[in-house]
C-alpha cells in the first residue's frame, strides 16, 4: 500500500494539429485513411474482455460514398446484455477496489496513447465512418477526447481533496466510492469525444459501465475499444455492446443492478428511459443517477451594433462544420433588419466558396450526413420550407444521395418567428433566419427566449456593452452553453463545461468536475478520540 499523497499532472488542452499542406500529421492521416478503407472488419461485442458474435450483424458504410462498406458488427440481444452485466459485476469487485492512482495512470496512459500513435486511427475511423473533415475529426476524435481523459483524472482527485471541517476531539472525513451496480452509457454517431466519454467517466472513479454505441458509429468505437484495451483497461470495466435501443436498452433497464444511465442523444428517447427507470423503481437496488445531454435548437441574437463580418463567419460555422450535426449546432438566428442586406451579401457570397463533397478531398468544408434516415428527415424540414408562403431559401434547398448522402448548406428566410424550422431540433446543414425590425428589439428577445423547449447553446452579438448586458440578462436560461461575439459551437473541455437545460438535458457539465460527482457516493466517516464513558448531560445535574 502506498503512503504518500500522489498528484494527478494539472492538466492542459491538447494542441490542435492544423493539417496543413507538406505536414508530417496530413501525411500520416492521408495513409491511415487508405489502410482502414481497403480493409474489411468484422466487429464483435465485448464482454468481459472477450469477443462475442451473434451472428446478427449489420453493415458499417461510408456515408459520402455509401456503397463502400467498411465491415459489420455484430448486435447484441437480451442473452448478451445479460452477459455483459454479469461480467461487469464481476469485474467491480476488483476495479472498485483498486487504488485510484493506478485507475488514474490507466486513463492517463490512455491520453498519451490516443495523442500519438492512436491518433491517426480514430481520426482516420471517424472520418470515415462519420464523415467528418480532418479538423473537425482532430478536434473531436483526437483533442477533446484527450483532455477529457486527462481532465476527468484531476478533477477526481480535486473532489477526494474536498474533506470536512473536524472540531477538537474528533476526526471527519469524507470517503468518494462509486456506485454499486453498473452505469448504462449510451453514445451518438456525431461525437466520437462522447462516445470515448460517456463510458469512461463512470470508470475513473471506479464505476463499471454497459456502453451501446450509436449503430451509425460502431466503426469509430470498435477502436476505441481496442484503445482501452492497450491501455490496460482489465476485462470487464467496460463491456462493448452495440445493437438496436430496443434489443440493448429493454433488459438494461430491467436489471434490478442499474445504478446509472450516462446519455447523450434524442430528447425522446431519455424521456423514455426516464419514464421506464422511474416505474421499475420498486425492484431496483438503487435510484440510478441520470445523466443526459439531448437536443438543442440553438441561436444566434444579433444587435444592430454587431460586426457583420465576423458574424458572417460565426454563423456560417456554426451552422455548417460537420453538416450541422452538432447539438450544439447554429439553427436558428434573429437578426436586425438594419443591418441585414449587408449581412446577406456577404453571407451569401461566403457559402457560395463552400465546397462540399468526399472529405479525403481536404479543400471540402462539409461532408455527407450520417446515414438514410437522417438524410430523409433533414430533407422533410427542407420540402416543408420550399412548399411554404412562409419561407424562402437564400442559399441551398437542394440535396442528393445517389452516392452519399449529402444536403447542401440551406439558409431559410422566415416571416414567421414561429415558423416550424425556428422551433423544433433538425440536426442538419439548415439554418433559419428571421429579420426583426430594430425597434422590436426586446419582442425579439422574447421570441428567442419562448420559441423553442431546449436551451443548450446560443450566441449573442454586439458592440454596445448596454445591449450585451441586456441581451445576456434576458436570455439567460435559454442555454446552458452561452457565448457572447463567438459563434455557438466547440465548447473546450476545462474551458467551457457543456450541457443546457430546460428539454436539453439535466446540465452535468461534461468536461468539469460536476459530472465526475455524478458518478461518485459519499460514505462519511466520523472518527472520536475520547468517547463519553457517562450517559447523562450537564444539564440534568438541577432540577
Same mark, same amino acid.
Given at each position: 500500500?502506498?503512503?504518500?499523497?500522489?498528484?494527478?499532472? !494539472?492538466?492542459?488542452?491538447?494542441?490542435?494539429?492544423?493539417?496543413?499542406?507538406?505536414?508530417?500529421?496530413?501525411?500520416?492521416?492521408?495513409?491511415?485513411?487508405?489502410?482502414?478503407?481497403?480493409?474489411?472488419?468484422?466487429?464483435?461485442?465485448? $464482454?468481459?474482455?472477450?469477443?462475442?458474435?451473434?451472428?446478427?450483424?449489420?453493415?458499417?458504410?461510408?456515408?459520402?460514398?455509401?456503397?463502400? !462498406?467498411?465491415?459489420?458488427?455484430?448486435?447484441?440481444?437480451?442473452?448478451?446484455?445479460?452477459?455483459?452485466?454479469?461480467?461487469?459485476?464481476?469485474?467491480?469487485?476488483?476495479?472498485?477496489?483498486?487504488?485510484?492512482?493506478?485507475?488514474?495512470?490507466?486513463?492517463?496512459?490512455?491520453?498519451?496513447?490516443?495523442?500519438?500513435?492512436?491518433?491517426?486511427?480514430?481520426?482516420?475511423?471517424?472520418?470515415?465512418?462519420?464523415?467528418?473533415?480532418?479538423?473537425?475529426?482532430? $478536434?473531436?476524435?483526437?483533442?477533446?477526447?484527450?483532455?477529457f481523459y486527462r481532465f476527468n483524472t484531476y478533477y477526481m482527485t480535486q473532489l477526494m481533496a474536498?474533506?470536512?471541517?473536524?472540531?477538537?476531539?474528533?476526526?471527519?472525513?469524507?470517503?468518494?466510492?462509486?456506485?454499486?451496480?453498473?452505469?448504462?452509457?449510451?453514445?451518438?454517431?456525431?461525437?466520437?469525444?462522447?462516445?470515448?466519454?460517456?463510458?469512461?467517466?463512470?470508470?475513473?472513479?471506479?464505476?463499471?459501465?454497459?456502453?451501446?454505441?450509436?449503430?451509425?458509429?460502431?466503426?469509430?468505437?470498435?477502436?476505441?475499444?481496442?484503445?482501452?484495451?492497450?491501455?490496460?483497461?482489465?476485462?470487464? !470495466? $467496460?463491456?462493448?455492446?452495440?445493437?438496436?435501443?430496443?434489443?440493448?436498452?429493454?433488459?438494461?433497464?430491467?436489471?434490478?443492478?442499474?445504478?446509472?444511465?450516462?446519455?447523450?442523444?434524442?430528447?425522446?428517447?431519455?424521456?423514455?428511459?426516464?419514464?421506464? #427507470?422511474?416505474?421499475?423503481?420498486?425492484?431496483?437496488?438503487?435510484?440510478?443517477?441520470?445523466v443526459g445531454e439531448t437536443g438543442g435548437k440553438d441561436f444566434i441574437f444579433a444587435h444592430n451594433?454587431?460586426?457583420?463580418?465576423?458574424?458572417?463567419?460565426?454563423?456560417?460555422?456554426?451552422?455548417?462544420?460537420?453538416?450541422?450535426?452538432?447539438?450544439?449546432?447554429?439553427?436558428?438566428?434573429? #437578426?436586425?433588419?438594419?443591418?441585414?442586406?449587408?449581412?446577406?451579401?456577404?453571407?451569401?457570397?461566403?457559402?457560395?466558396?463552400?465546397?462540399?463533397?468526399?472529405?479525403?478531398?481536404?479543400?471540402?468544408?462539409?461532408?455527407?450526413?450520417?446515414?438514410?434516415?437522417?438524410?430523409?428527415?433533414?430533407?422533410?424540414?427542407?420540402?416543408?420550407?420550399?412548399?411554404?408562403?412562409?419561407?424562402?431559401?437564400?442559399?441551398?434547398?437542394?440535396?442528393?444521395?445517389?452516392?452519399?448522402?449529402?444536403?447542401?448548406?440551406?439558409?431559410?428566410i422566415t416571416t414567421n418567428p414561429e415558423f416550424k424550422t425556428m422551433q423544433e431540433e433538425i440536426?442538419?446543414?439548415?439554418?433559419?433566419?428571421?429579420?426583426?425590425?430594430?425597434?422590436?428589439?426586446?419582442?425579439?428577445?422574447?421570441?428567442?427566449?419562448?420559441?423553442?423547449?431546449?436551451?443548450?447553446?446560443?450566441?449573442?452579438?454586439?458592440?454596445?456593452?448596454?445591449?450585451?448586458?441586456?441581451?445576456?440578462?434576458?436570455?439567460?436560461?435559454?442555454?446552458?452553453?452561452?457565448?457572447?461575439?463567438?459563434?455557438?459551437?466547440?465548447?473546450?473541455?476545462?474551458?467551457?463545461?457543456?450541457?443546457?437545460?430546460?428539454?436539453?438535458?439535466?446540465?452535468?457539465?461534461?468536461?468539469?468536475?460536476?459530472?465526475?460527482?455524478?458518478?461518485?457516493?459519499?460514505?462519511?466517516?466520523?472518527?472520536?478520540?475520547?468517547?463519553?464513558?457517562?450517559?447523562?448531560?450537564?444539564?440534568?445535574?438541577?432540577?
Open positions: 500500500m502506498s503512503n504518500a499523497y500522489f498528484k494527478v499532472p !494539472v492538466p492542459v488542452n491538447e494542441p490542435i494539429k492544423m493539417y496543413a499542406p507538406g505536414s508530417p500529421e496530413k501525411e500520416e492521416l492521408k495513409k491511415k485513411i487508405h489502410e482502414l478503407k481497403n480493409q474489411k472488419i468484422e466487429v464483435p461485442l465485448i $464482454i468481459g474482455g472477450e469477443e462475442v458474435k451473434t451472428g446478427n450483424t449489420a453493415e458499417m458504410i461510408i456515408p459520402h460514398k455509401k456503397d463502400h !462498406v467498411l465491415g459489420v458488427y455484430h448486435k447484441a440481444g437480451k442473452k448478451e446484455v445479460e452477459m455483459a452485466i454479469e461480467a461487469a459485476l464481476e469485474a467491480r469487485k476488483e476495479w472498485a477496489e483498486i487504488p485510484w492512482e493506478h485507475r488514474a495512470a490507466i486513463f492517463l496512459k490512455m491520453a498519451d496513447l490516443l495523442a500519438g500513435p492512436w491518433r491517426a486511427t480514430l481520426n482516420a475511423a471517424t472520418m470515415l465512418g462519420q464523415s467528418k473533415t480532418a479538423y473537425q475529426a482532430e $478536434i473531436d476524435s483526437a483533442c477533446e477526447l484527450i483532455d474536498d474533506q470536512p471541517y473536524s472540531p477538537a476531539g474528533m476526526w471527519n472525513r469524507l470517503e468518494y466510492r462509486p456506485l454499486e451496480g453498473f452505469v448504462f452509457a449510451v453514445t451518438p454517431f456525431n461525437f466520437t469525444s462522447i462516445a470515448g466519454n460517456l463510458p469512461t467517466a463512470p470508470a475513473i472513479v471506479g464505476n463499471v459501465s454497459l456502453w451501446k454505441p450509436a449503430s451509425s458509429a460502431v466503426y469509430s468505437a470498435y477502436y476505441l475499444m481496442k484503445l482501452f484495451e492497450e491501455a490496460g483497461l482489465p476485462k470487464g !470495466v $467496460i463491456n462493448f455492446v452495440p445493437g438496436s435501443g430496443g434489443q440493448v436498452g429493454n433488459p438494461v433497464m430491467e436489471s434490478p443492478h442499474l445504478a446509472g444511465v450516462h446519455f447523450t442523444g434524442s430528447t425522446a428517447v431519455l424521456q423514455g428511459m426516464w419514464k421506464t #427507470i422511474s416505474e421499475n423503481l420498486k425492484t431496483n437496488k438503487y435510484y440510478p443517477r441520470i451594433t454587431a460586426d457583420v463580418d465576423a458574424l458572417v463567419v460565426a454563423a456560417i460555422r456554426g451552422a455548417f462544420e460537420y453538416q450541422g450535426q452538432k447539438c450544439s449546432a447554429a439553427s436558428r438566428m434573429y #437578426i436586425p433588419q438594419s443591418i441585414w442586406p449587408e449581412f446577406k451579401e456577404k453571407y451569401v457570397e461566403e457559402v457560395g466558396k463552400m465546397k462540399m463533397g468526399d472529405i479525403e478531398d481536404f479543400t471540402n468544408f462539409m461532408g455527407a450526413v450520417i446515414d438514410k434516415g437522417a438524410f430523409e428527415s433533414i430533407t422533410e424540414y427542407i420540402d416543408y420550407a420550399a412548399n411554404s408562403d412562409e419561407a424562402e431559401f437564400i442559399t441551398g434547398g437542394k440535396y442528393n444521395d445517389s452516392v452519399g448522402y449529402f444536403i447542401e448548406p440551406t439558409t431559410i440536426f442538419g446543414p439548415v439554418l433559419t433566419i428571421y429579420v426583426y425590425e430594430d425597434e422590436k428589439f426586446d419582442e425579439a428577445l422574447d421570441l428567442c427566449d419562448t420559441t423553442s423547449p431546449y436551451a443548450l447553446t446560443g450566441a449573442i452579438w454586439g458592440q454596445d456593452r448596454k445591449a450585451l448586458v441586456k441581451m445576456s440578462d434576458k436570455l439567460k436560461n435559454t442555454a446552458g452553453n452561452f457565448y457572447i461575439n463567438d459563434k455557438p459551437t466547440a465548447a473546450v473541455v476545462g474551458q467551457q463545461p457543456f450541457g443546457g437545460g430546460r428539454a436539453s438535458g439535466t446540465n452535468d457539465k461534461a468536461g468539469s468536475a460536476m459530472n465526475i460527482l455524478r458518478w461518485m457516493t459519499a460514505r462519511t466517516l466520523k472518527e472520536t478520540f475520547d468517547p463519553p464513558k457517562d450517559w447523562r448531560y450537564p444539564f440534568m445535574k438541577e432540577k
